[in-house]
T-cell receptor
Framework: DAGITQSPRHKVTETGTPVTLRCHQTENHRYMYWYRQDPGHGLRLIHYSYGVKDTDKGEVSDGYSVSRSKTEDFLLTLESATSSQTSVYFC?????????????FGPGTRLLVL | AQKVTQAQTEISVVEKEDVTLDCVYETRDTTYYLFWYKQPPSGELVFLIRRNSFDEQNEISGRYSWNFQKSTSSFNFTITASQVVDSAVYFCAQETSGSRLTFGEGTQLTVNP
């Protein structure tokens, strides 16, 4: 258990509304990530963070913003949700283990944009 | 650019059969890391194994084994004597610069009783 929680776990929203997803970790890991999972695409990186207030874009960052004001929380915001952002969103942390670092994932958030 | 290809979209086997899931990666980096994750029907992502590019030793963990071959850029995963509980989507992934993961599209494995 990597101590990652995501909230909400399920959300239905309407096109054009803002949405914020929260990822919370309890073990002070430096790196945190947001991915989305869609059929036929596996998981794709949206944004990631390598420290408080240090973030960078991933492969599919358009339409998303992130913030990390404290170590334990990494927020993903959809400024104006679109139907193409209907997806399952996973947060991950990078954790040392057996001399190497590995990404471990939260339980996911299912987002439906109508 | 990094790319991971899992050519098998779906595989269906009968319990106790052996099954191999293929993974082919592309990279220009000399140092890289490869992973396998399992996603059971419940939806969570479970880490299975990590391999670095300097270690081509095959790995065995119980019924699971992994074959890493740099010559063919492959990192294949074999389940011996499959069980119904092995039914899941399996993802191969590669760690790129900046510690980002690039995933394959996944292979849906169904093990029938």
């Amino acid at each position: 258990d990597a101590g990652i929680t995501q909230s909400p776990r399920h959300k239905v929203t309407e096109t054009g509304t803002p949405v914020t997803l929260r990822c919370h970790q309890t073990e002070n890991h430096r790196y945190m990530y947001w991915y989305r999972q869609d059929p036929g695409h596996g998981l794709r990186l949206i944004h990631y963070s390598y420290g408080v207030k240090d973030t960078d874009k991933g492969e599919v960052s358009d339409g998303y913003s992130v913030s990390r004001s404290k170590t334990e929380d990494f927020l993903l915001t959809l400024e104006s949700a679109t139907s193409s952002q209907t997806s399952v969103y996973f947060c991950a942390i990078r954790q040392p283990g057996q001399g190497v670092e590995t990404q471990y994932f939260g339980p996911g958030t299912r987002l439906l944009v109508l | 650019a990094q790319k991971v290809t899992q050519a098998q979209t779906e595989i269906s086997v009968v319990e106790k059969e052996d099954v191999t899931l293929d993974c082919v990666y592309e990279t220009r980096d000399t140092t890289y890391y490869l992973f396998w994750y399992k996603q059971p029907p419940s939806g969570e992502l479970v880490f299975l194994i990590r391999r670095n590019s300097f270690d081509e030793q095959n790995e065995i963990s119980g019924r699971y084994s992994w074959n890493f071959q740099k010559s063919t850029s492959s990192f294949n995963f074999t389940i011996t004597a499959s069980q119904v509980v092995d039914s899941a989507v399996y993802f191969c992934a590669q760690e790129t610069s900046g510690s980002r993961l690039t995933f394959g599209e996944g292979t849906q494995l169904t093990v029938n009783p």
